[in-house]
């Protein structure tokens, strides 16, 4: 897959932290999650997450990774937990615990190779805490619901939901 920096980039600068209050929708065949973003302690990965947003990127993607008491994980173009923008983000730890329902950034063994997967938290993940970038949360119990929702769902042996959960599209909302 290309890069899509470039369109990142741009949208990005209409973004302002100072100015607005951002919160992301993912409509989901589960229902909707409605996430509060944390850009005091990690603005470049909301920065991110919501360009990617604005640009489409996440529309139709599924959450491809689901560990029952652990977490969700999508934003992988491909599907299979190994595609990503076409580039990486800094890590940006911070003090935020993974708990229930925080909003994490996936990774590989390289903590600067932040792309585009994103994880929610099913539980108190204190192992995870300083080592992944947490830059959000769920915004209500409905939201938590549909995600714990999600990570009920059957798997297969290599964490692979059998039924599919799609994010039918991710919407910015500003305030």
Do not use: W
Not at 1 to 23: C, G, H, L
Not at 84 to 106: C, K, Q
Not at 141 to 161: F, N, W
Request: some cysteine; aromatic content about 8%.
């Amino acid at each position: 897959m290309s890069s899509r920096q470039s369109e990142v980039q741009e949208a990005i600068k209409e973004i302002d932290f100072d100015a607005n209050t951002y919160q992301l929708e993912l409509k989901t065949n589960h229902g909707s999650i409605l996430l509060d973003l944390l850009p005091d302690v990690a603005p470049g990965h909301c920065a991110n997450l919501l360009a990617l947003a604005k640009i489409g990127f996440y529309n139709g993607l599924t959450f491809h990774r689901i560990i029952s008491g652990f977490m969700i994980q999508g934003g992988c173009p491909g599907g299979t937990g190994t595609g990503g923008p076409g580039y990486n983000i800094d890590a940006e730890f911070n003090d935020t615990p993974h708990v229930d329902g925080v909003l994490s950034m996936a990774r590989s063994s390289d903590p600067n190779s932040a792309g585009s997967q994103f994880f929610i938290c099913l539980g108190t993940q204190s192992f995870l805490d300083g080592q992944y970038t947490a830059f959000g949360r769920t915004a209500n119990d409905s939201s938590k619901d549909v995600v714990h929702q999600i990570g009920a769902l059957e798997t297969d042996g290599q964490d692979r939901p059998r039924s599919q959960a799609v994010i039918e599209s991710a919407t910015v909302i500003v305030s």
